[in-house]
C-alpha cells in the first residue's frame, strides 16, 4: 500500500549530490513531491528533506540506496505521523480585493495567515501550514484575484529522540575504538 513518506537526508556539502539522489529516485519511478535544501545542527552538514508517495518496502531500498552515496552520512524515512512539518506560501493578491469589505482580511484571521506587505497595486499575504491548508486558502482567495504565488517544499523535524547529533557521535565512538584497537594490534 502506497503512502507518503518523508526522507531526510544528511550530507555534506558537496557538489553533485542531488543529481545522485535525482537517479536514484527516477531508477524507482519515484516522484519528488517536495524537496527542501537547509543546514541542520550541524556545522557542515545539510539536511535534504524529500517527500515522496510509495510503498513501504520500496521506501526502505531507496533510502539504503542513499545511504551508499559516499557524501551521504545518514539517511532517516519517516511517515507523517512520525514528524512536525510545515510548508510555507506566499499569495500576492490584488489590493482592490481590500474595496470590496473584509474579506481578505477574514480569509486571512480564519487561516492564521498574516499580511507582510500592502502596496497600491497589491498586498502579500504569509500561510504557513500543511499542503491542504495552504490549497483550501488558495481556493478561497481565487475569486479575489491571486496576482502570484508561491510555496515551499516541507519544512520538518522529527519527533524522535535520537539525533543526527548523537548517531554522528557514535560513529566516532566506533571509528575511534577500531583506531585503539589497531594500535594495540601493532
Do not use: C, W
Request: a neutral charge; glycine letters at 4%; charged letters at 20%.
Amino acid at each position: 500500500m502506497k503512502q507518503e513518506y518523508t526522507i531526510s537526508l544528511f550530507t555534506e556539502d558537496h557538489i553533485g549530490i542531488l543529481g545522485q539522489i535525482t537517479i536514484i529516485l527516477t531508477r524507482r519511478q519515484l516522484n519528488i513531491e517536495s524537496f527542501t535544501a537547509s543546514e541542520s545542527a550541524v556545522q557542515g552538514v545539510y539536511l535534504l528533506t524529500i517527500v515522496v508517495t510509495t510503498t513501504s518496502d520500496l521506501i526502505q531500498k531507496v533510502a539504503k540506496q542513499m545511504e551508499k552515496l559516499v557524501d551521504v552520512l545518514k539517511v532517516f524515512v519517516h511517515t507523517s505521523e512520525q514528524i512536525i512539518y510545515q510548508e510555507i506560501a506566499l499569495f500576492k493578491v490584488s489590493t482592490k480585493a481590500l474595496l470590496s469589505g473584509n474579506i481578505i482580511d477574514h480569509i486571512v484571521r480564519s487561516h492564521n495567515a498574516r499580511i507582510l506587505e500592502v502596496s497600491p497595486e497589491f498586498m502579500i499575504i504569509e500561510k504557513t501550514g500543511h499542503r491542504a491548508d495552504i490549497a483550501k486558502m488558495l481556493t478561497q482567495l481565487e475569486p479575489y484575484g491571486v496576482l502570484q504565488f508561491a510555496k515551499s517544499g516541507r519544512v520538518a523535524i522529527t519527533k524522535q529522540v535520537k539525533e543526527l547529533t548523537s548517531y554522528l557521535q557514535e560513529m566516532d565512538e566506533a571509528n575511534n575504538f577500531k583506531g585503539d584497537n589497531f594500535r594495540t594490534l601493532n
